[in-house]
């Protein structure tokens, strides 16, 4: 009789583990259980886990884990985004208001607003106004889709091809010379460029903790599009270099062959987005159900979660830094050090493979420890390395040597936050989506979208303000101060994210 008795209380307790969530499972269990179920009962177990339910969700089809070709596949469409965000990150300013020593014609006026707006600041900012309705609309679009094909590749597959060639219109304004006809090209492709890459940008971030089950798999796949935005980053910081070659191979201007790299880069951006589209069947690796509830209700669902606040607003600011200092490379390298535009691609092309070298550490030391104690130290390093940039030119070291430092220094940080920030917030997704039992991946990857664009906005607007502070050789105060403005935004983000509740959301 007590064999018996011992018999039915390890089945309840078995029959109450097996019910429970597995996506919130330690996956240590209860040892007593353990030795009595035996194999057979941890195998039914594991595939529990594997096939993720959601509360209060009709779908119970069992979903298939992405596999390493689909993972590479999914991160090769970041590859071909991040050329494109990155090329106006890192171009965009140069192009438009270029420094005295690079041979490029100044395209808009310079003259200036309330002491420190331009019109390149205005333009900027214009750009991210549709970003504030098209961002929650498309999410909500696409939250509720019930295409047959998925709620998010069929956005993504119209996004991709008109996002390049919005892109390199932007590029090629129709006056050669400054112009008030330039301010008015520029203001109305960007706008479309924008848009457009919304429409492929927030459903391809969607799909991440819906390709990835487990924090383990979102960790794993947040590394590769890691990996694959910061090659992004490589190709658009050697524009030019690459248009300086296409100079002397050919008779163009620097002018139009700048122009000529930038379309070709943005060919290229355009197939790499079509390799996700064209090869992974998205509702053979998510279930994809769609969410009822209406748009503005989802809004102030997503920013009613406490957690997701913290890290969008340490988000946003740590971007508007990250791009201050991103937009002034080129200008770090040709003002303050004197040296050729070629050394910039160079120190960014270091700064990516070097950060590369810590991509697996960190995944690993994630896995171990936790994400938010990474990040913060990431950013308050990145705060410092930041502060060194008003002393470049200045220190009694070769000018060569300083940048490499400044990159080698800054490539840390960097991996920590190329790889973590999405692994969190698919975190924070699905334990809103375990906690209501409504899907909104789209809607909070389109508000972190939406503020890591105003982020990024605000980084280049703040550079072009900055410029009007002095931008050449001998008259550099602008170029100096970005430092400073950088290092302060990084360490607010420090301190706003350590108040992040990661067991609120993994544990």
């Not at 089809?61 to 985004?81: C, D, F, H, I, M």
């Not at 008015?184 to 390709?211: D, G, N, R």
């Not at 389109?446 to 664009?453: D, H």
Request: hydrophobic residues 50%.
């Amino acid at each position: 009789m007590a064999r018996w008795r011992l018999a039915w209380r390890l089945g309840a307790r078995g029959a109450v583990a097996a019910d429970a969530d597995p996506r919130t499972s330690t996956g240590g269990g209860d040892p007593i259980l353990t030795d009595a179920l035996g194999a057979d009962r941890k195998a039914e177990i594991a595939k529990r886990r594997s096939h993720v339910p959601l509360p209060a969700m009709s779908d119970t089809r069992a979903v298939e884990s992405l596999p390493l070709n689909k993972q590479l596949s999914y991160a090769t469409g970041q590859l071909g985004w991040s050329i494109l965000v990155n090329i106006v990150g890192i171009n965009l300013v140069f192009f438009y208001l270029p420094p005295d020593t690079s041979g490029l014609p100044t395209l808009i006026t310079t003259a200036t607003f309330l002491v420190v707006l331009n019109a390149i600041t205005l333009i900027l900012a214009s750009g991210r106004l549709l970003d504030a309705f098209t961002d929650p609309w498309i999410a909500g679009l696409s939250d509720r889709s019930k295409n047959p094909r998925g709620r998010r590749i069929p956005f993504m597959s119209k996004g991709a091809f008109p996002a390049a060639v919005f892109l390199f219109l932007m590029f090629v304004p129709p006056v050669s010379e400054q112009s008030a006809v330039n301010i008015v090209w520029l203001t109305i492709f960007q706008a479309l460029f924008y848009v457009t890459l919304t429409v492929y940008l927030t459903p391809f971030f969607a799909l991440l903790p819906e390709f990835g089950h487990t924090p383990r798999e979102r960790l794993n796949l947040s590394t590769w599009i890691s990996i694959t935005f910061a090659l992004g980053l490589i190709l658009a910081g050697l524009v030019p270099g690459i248009a300086s070659a296409v100079e002397g191979a050919t008779a163009l201007s620097p002018l139009r062959a700048f122009q000529v790299t930038i379309g070709g880069l943005a060919a290229l951006a355009a197939i790499l987005m079509y390799v996700p589209v064209l090869v992974i069947d998205e509702k053979r690796y998510s279930r994809g159900v769609p969410s009822n509830v209406a748009l503005m209700e989802a809004v102030k669902a997503t920013f009613a979660n406490l957690e997701f606040r913290k890290f969008v607003t340490a988000d946003f600011v740590y971007f508007t830094g990250l791009t201050i200092v991103q937009t002034g490379i080129l200008f770090y390298v040709t003002v303050l050090l004197e040296q050729e535009e070629t050394l910039a691609s160079l120190l960014l092309t270091l700064l990516v493979l070097a950060s590369f070298v810590f991509y697996p550490v960190v995944n690993i030391i994630a896995k171990k420890t936790g994400k938010k104690g990474l990040m913060v130290a990431a950013f308050a390093w990145m705060a410092l390395v930041f502060a060194g940039v008003p002393t470049l030119g200045n220190l009694p070291i070769d000018a060569t040597a300083q940048g490499y430092a400044l990159v080698l220094l800054l490539s840390v940080p960097l991996a920590v936050l190329g790889v973590l920030p999405n692994a969190v917030l698919a975190d924070i997704a699905d334990s809103d989506a375990r906690r209501t039992g409504e899907a909104r991946e789209g809607m909070f990857f389109a508000a972190r979208t939406l503020m890591q664009k105003v982020g990024q906005t605000a980084g280049v607007v703040v550079f072009a303000m900055a410029t009007t502070l002095g931008r050449d050789v001998g008259d550099d105060l602008g170029i100096r101060l970005s430092g400073v403005i950088g290092f302060v935004l990084c360490l607010a983000a420090a301190v706003v994210f350590s108040r992040y509740d990661e067991q609120a959301t993994v544990g």
